[in-house]
């Protein structure tokens, strides 16, 4: 079974530039979440979809950040304009519906650096 | 509200070492708890996880135990080889599906 897949790996912008960021949850997986690493601090929740719906975006941290799941399969989450704060490690995560919605996979994350 | 802090890092540890990592929460109600293991170049794997006070969970050697009395959830490994090597994370999850994540503690282990 495939894991969690992010793309890119690592992203390299220039303030005010215009990044999309995608997640390829596991197949089968209804719920996907976004998380961000700013260095050396926590990973904080941003958003978890349902399906193609948006159930919790509490933590997402401006309007500058656009997050989509069209067809409930996989995300995109778009940062624009990208300010030098936005930089830090995005991760997705999917689980299943059901009992076993307790533990989320992970991917490997996107490194993104705004210059 | 809810959150998670855990021990500082880096912890730079001899191979056959004893480690604990330890990590203290702060939640309303009856959180789980887990451990995540990040290895270079990977994303999160879950390592172990405990629903309930008293609750041990154990994985690969590590044991993290679910202390109600002093919110902890410290993390354990009698012996650390070099593949252990990695950073570790302590979260909790309340009602609704987010995780709470601590900073992470970076682990080396030497030859």
């Known amino acids: 079974e495939a894991g969690v897949t992010q793309f890119p790996s690592h992203s390299v912008i220039e303030k005010g530039q215009t990044v999309t960021l995608r997640c390829d949850p596991i197949s089968g997986h209804d719920n996907l979440y976004w998380y961000r690493r700013v260095m050396g601090k926590e990973i904080k929740f941003l958003l978890h979809f349902v399906k193609e719906s948006k159930q919790d975006e509490s933590g997402m941290p401006n309007n500058r950040f656009l997050a989509e799941r069209t067809g409930g399969t996989y995300s995109t989450l778009k940062v624009q304009p990208a300010e030098l704060e936005d930089s830090g490690v995005y991760f997705c995560?999917?689980?299943?519906?059901?009992?076993?919605?307790?533990?989320?996979?992970f991917g490997p994350g996107t490194r993104l650096t705004v210059l | 509200g809810n959150s998670v802090t855990q021990m500082e890092g880096p912890v730079t540890l001899s191979e056959e070492a004893f480690l604990t990592i330890n990590c203290t929460y702060t939640?309303?109600?009856?959180?789980?708890l887990f451990w995540y293991v990040q290895y270079p170049g990977e994303g999160l794997q879950l390592l172990l996880k405990?629903?309930?006070?008293?609750d041990k969970g154990s994985n690969k050697g590590f044991e993290a135990t679910y202390r109600k009395e002093t919110t902890s959830f410290h993390l354990e490994k009698g012996s650390v080889q070099v593949s252990d090597s990695a950073v570790y994370f302590c979260a909790l999850r309340r009602t609704g599906n987010q995780f709470y994540f601590g900073t992470g503690t970076s682990l080396t282990v030497i030859p």
């Open positions: 939640a309303t109600g009856y959180p789980s």
């Open positions: 995560a999917s689980s299943p519906s059901g009992g076993q919605k307790d533990t989320q996979y």
């Open positions: 405990a629903t309930k006070a008293d």
